[in-house]
């Protein structure tokens, strides 16, 4: 079990991620970072306005960064 924070970035800054999670594998921990990213695009959905100039950005336990995920690569967009 590994222990990752997800911080999330926009154009205002970096917002840290204080707790962070166990999680059994790198696998895992991608798919944490895509769900959340998915889950804070659904929210700008349901206010109107979404945003994918940002990212959620993991560090491992030491502070080290170890993935980063871009909100335009968490979703497709089709159609007009």
């Known amino acids: ?39 804070m695009i659904a929210d700008d959905v349901l206010h109107g306005a979404v945003r994918l100039d940002q990212c959620i950005e993991v560090e491992d336990a030491e502070g080290a960064p170890v993935y980063s995920l871009a909100f335009a690569d968490a979703v497709t967009v089709t159609g007009g």
């Open 1 to 39: 079990m590994a222990h990752y924070f997800f911080h999330f970035r926009d154009r205002r800054g970096l917002l840290r991620d204080g707790e962070g999670r166990d999680l059994a594998s790198v696998a895992r921990m991608r798919m944490a970072a895509l769900a959340d990213a998915r889950s």
